[in-house]
Structures are given as structure tokens and as C-alpha cells.
């Protein structure tokens, strides 16, 4: 037995474990070790599990960026509306003033509830 860190594989305690399990941390030796894409581990039942947690977080990933993009969308959008809500009320505002029978209602409205 060698002396000093050792690290055992959890299946044979007499060899040396060459790399820790990537999901759970366990300790394999080079004949235990399951490699995958997503790295190597000590069951095939580990690797499928960190597979499916590496592409749960990928999914998150994209939904994460798409989400960016929508609310960047969204801000616009509501940029947008802020400004043409101004342009209506100033027009609005202009139509009272020359008694334009339609708008001036509406702005009527606009300006009872706001209070000017
Ligand atoms: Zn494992
Ligand atoms: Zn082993």
C-alpha cells in the first residue's frame, strides 16, 4: 500500500483513483472511470445524469439570451409608446385649444384623470 494522499477508487481500494466522478465525486481508478463528452465519471448512470444536467443548462442558457432579447423588445416597444402617448397628448392638448370636437374629449378625459 502506498503511504501518503491516496485516494482510493470506491470499487477496488487498493488502486489509485485517476479522477473524480463529475457528478457525484467519487473516486474512480482508470478501470471504473466512465468518460463521456461532459467529462468522466464513476457510472454510466452519473454521465447520463450530468448529460441531462448539461443540457438542462444549455436550455437555460438560450432561454436565458432569448429572454435578453425579448425584454430588450419589450423596453423598445414601450419606448415607442411612451413617445407616441406624448405626441397624442400635445396633439390633444392642441386640439382642445382650437376646440376640435373628437380629440378634445379624449383629452379632456386624459387631463381630468391626471389633473391638469
Ligand atoms: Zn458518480
Ligand atoms: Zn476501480
Partial sequence: MPKGKFTACIHHPAVEAIAHCHQCSTPVCGRCVVAGPTGRFCSFECREK???????????????????????????????????????????????????????????????????
Avoid at 382650437?98 to 386624459?110: G, H
Wanted: aromatic residues 12%; positive net charge.
Fill in 50 to 116: 450530468h448529460e441531462q444536467f448539461v443540457e438542462k443548462a444549455r436550455d437555460c442558457d438560450v432561454n436565458g439570451k432569448q429572454g435578453g432579447r425579448f425584454s430588450r423588445a419589450v423596453r423598445k416597444l414601450f419606448g415607442y409608446l411612451v413617445f407616441l402617448a406624448a405626441v397624442l397628448f400635445c396633439l390633444g392638448i392642441l386640439c382642445t385649444m382650437y376646440e376640435v370636437p373628437l380629440l378634445s374629449e379624449w383629452t379632456r378625459a386624459v387631463r381630468g384623470i391626471i389633473g391638469i
